[in-house]
């Protein structure tokens, strides 16, 4: 026998059992979205790996350790999409969506990151990304905040929390960083390797250490909000007006700064304290330099990403994830007659009861044996149909769930009455 293939490391299927709650998650995300009136745009899942070396910036760890690059046979390099914003932004430039236009847009879909798979963060994970370009001033800032918090309300969350920060300008991050830098060169011998090797590269992530022997160490280096540019700091000062009018708590964390270069001014983390080390479930920020930098026009861009694993293992630490519906009815059948007119019933039935999920028995098997597949099914229902149903028109009714219904037998529009007030919760 041949030795069976297993998935890939970190890459996950999802089984029948848990995609009735990826589907209510999407489900409630989609039409989010469309409350604030952003519109789908679906992208490749491989582009051009220049692309993401030019956003993302070719010394981050993304870059340069976690995506899945290869050379296709035509030699071009290709990359397994490690993020959204990148391919969004090129899909708007090559389609004309930014000239002269305002857009808010949102697509969903996998990610591809070779990271060492732990809890909360896979090597294919999928992400909700919403963008949207053409807003200069913080009101879109607030809008994309005031969004993700009322997310946290429809599903119920409690242990979720806020934080902002202002990256400035590309400028006054440019003189910030010779600052920090200097900083940390006084503190060389106490840094990690990372840090070292992020000094020359990226010293703002070095702000993001999770590493706890450097808290000291970046607790006392010098704070961007001290080294922004006046624009910036009026940005920041109305995005935060605009969240207390709104009622949203934040806090402001200096040493928020994002992993992806192309950030600029605002940046803001919804992190849990329920998942561990792996607490943020929604991140964003502007990056209104990014469409140049793509080759575009200069423009205006904020955007945010939702990790759905991670919100999906939020809301079953909290019991927030509700009860699948598998079926409401399962079709038994007794006899040879009966099988087709159950296969007609159940077209029926569907035909007049919108939402109706109603399994029909298949691969022959008796009455009992058919009761045991009714109840494995998650049925709240079992419709049995034997031949003297058939002659008589009716339907045998038997609840499967507890319900305070005794087993009745039902003429076909009493029946289709009786399954629409439990399909519509009308009981």
């Not at 059992?17 to 992208?43: K, N, S």
């Not at 808010?104 to 879909?109: A, E, N, S, T, V």
């Not at 575009?296 to 809301?315: D, S």
């Not at 035909?351 to 691969?363: E, N, P, Q, S, Y």
Request: glycine residues 10%; proline residues 4%; hydrophobic residues 40%.
């Amino acid at each position: 026998m041949s030795k069976r293939i297993q998935s890939i490391r970190g890459m996950h299927d999802i089984l029948p059992e848990q995609t009735p709650h990826w589907q209510f998650l999407e489900g409630l995300l989609r039409d989010l979205v469309a409350a604030y009136g952003y519109r789908e745009i679906r992208m490749p899942i491989v582009e051009k790996t220049e692309l993401f070396k030019r956003s993302i910036g070719e010394v981050t760890d993304i870059v340069e350790k976690e995506m899945y690059t290869f050379e296709d046979r035509n030699g071009d390099s290709l990359t397994l999409r490690p993020e959204g914003t990148a391919g969004c932004v090129r899909a708007c430039l090559e389609h004309g969506l930014l000239h002269n236009q305002q857009q808010r847009l949102w697509y969903m879909g996998p990610m591809f990151r070779h990271e060492r798979p732990q809890k909360g963060r896979y090597r294919q994970f999928h992400q909700l990304g919403i963008e949207a370009f053409g807003f200069p001033g913080p009101d879109i800032d607030a809008e994309m905040i005031a969004l993700s918090a009322r997310l946290w309300r429809l599903l119920g969350l409690k242990d979720v929390r806020l934080e902002i920060n202002s990256l400035g300008s590309s400028e006054a991050r440019a003189a910030y960083r010779a600052v920090l830098v200097a900083y940390f060169r006084d503190h060389f011998d106490a840094l990690d390797e990372e840090s070292k090797r992020r000094l020359e590269t990226n010293p703002l992530r070095i702000l993001d250490s999770k590493n706890p022997e450097l808290e000291e160490i970046i607790a006392g280096a010098p704070s961007l909000l001290d080294h922004l540019d006046e624009e910036s700091v009026e940005h920041f000062a109305r995005l935060r007006e605009r969240l207390d009018d709104l009622g949203i708590e934040y806090r402001v964390n200096p040493r928020l700064v994002r992993g992806l270069d192309y950030y600029s001014r605002t940046v803001f983390e919804w992190i849990t304290g329920s998942l561990g080390a792996q607490g943020t479930i929604c991140a964003g920020g502007r990056y209104d330099g990014l469409i140049e930098q793509l080759g575009g026009k200069p423009g205006t861009a904020i955007g945010l990403a939702i990790g759905i694993e991670r919100l999906l293992a939020l809301l079953e630490e909290e019991g927030r994830l509700p009860p699948p519906v598998e079926c409401h009815a399962y079709l038994v059948t007794v006899g040879e007659g009966s099988e087709r007119a159950g296969a007609l019933l159940a077209e029926r039935l569907r035909d007049r009861i919108a939402g109706l999920r109603v399994v029909c028995h298949a691969g022959g098997g008796g009455f009992k044996a058919q009761m045991k597949r009714a109840d494995r099914s998650g049925a709240d229902w079992a419709l049995i149909l034997g031949e003297d149903e058939v002659t008589a028109g009716t339907v045998t009714l038997k609840p499967l769930r507890g319900q305070a219904d005794e087993q009745q037998t039902l003429d076909e529009a009493s029946l289709i009455e009786r399954l629409a007030r439990w399909v519509n919760k009308e009981d």
